[in-house]
């Protein structure tokens, strides 16, 4: 676990021997079951995760409907916009889609990492930006794109989400009901026959 960890902080930037037992000791894993929530709609939290392995699903109730608006897997980071404003509460929940293990990250942490070691703070950043522009990226998804093009986008980016996430969460996801979902990807599966 600590592996993959220190993996994706090195495809970043390459990490001395020292930087590499700074952010072990410091990690703090949390497993969590399948259905268990990270965070629910009106709490307020200061906490980032790394997702070592599984699922969580991101969603937001609207007129008492959930739309799912993300999932964050593998090497994925689940950064809560909201939590950037102090005392401000999410607007969003999110609930495991499958069994999870994340990383669970802090503001102290952060401070005591980049007090000892400078160069993490650059690192952090270069990590909030990539989160960051794939936020705005879906969100901006849309408002541009027609649900197949989200749906294509998304077999593109991340096939393998396709197999492991219960159909109705993807049609939440694209903005469609299942029905219409079953009717895009017949259409999507007659035109690559083709």
Known sequence: ???????????ISPLSIEESEAIITSMQT?????G???LKEGQIS??????LG????????????????????????AISLNSLSPKSSATHNW??????????GNEQQAQDLFKHFPRFETISRAIMEVAFA????????????????????????????????PQYHIASYIG?????????????AISSDE
């Open 30 to 34: 949390k497993a969590l079951k399948k």
């Open 95 to 104: 609930v495991c889609i499958e069994d999870t293990i994340v990383v669970v």
């Open 36 to 38: 268990e929530y990270l």
């Open 134 to 165: 794939e936020q705005k990226e879906a969100l901006a998804s849309y408002y541009i794109d027609s649900p197949e093009q989200r749906y294509l986008k998304l077999l593109k980016s991340r096939p393998s989400l396709l197999q492991r996430i």
């Open 54 to 77: 599984g699922c969580i699903r991101e969603y937001i109730l609207s007129d008492g409907e959930e739309k799912t608006t993300n999932f964050f897997s593998e090497e994925q980071w």
């Open 46 to 51: 200061a906490n980032t995760y790394f997702v």
């Open 1 to 11: 676990m600590h592996e993959k960890f220190i993996n994706y902080f090195s495809k």
């Open 176 to 188: 469609v009901k299942p029905e219409s979902l079953s009717r895009i990807r017949k259409r999507i």
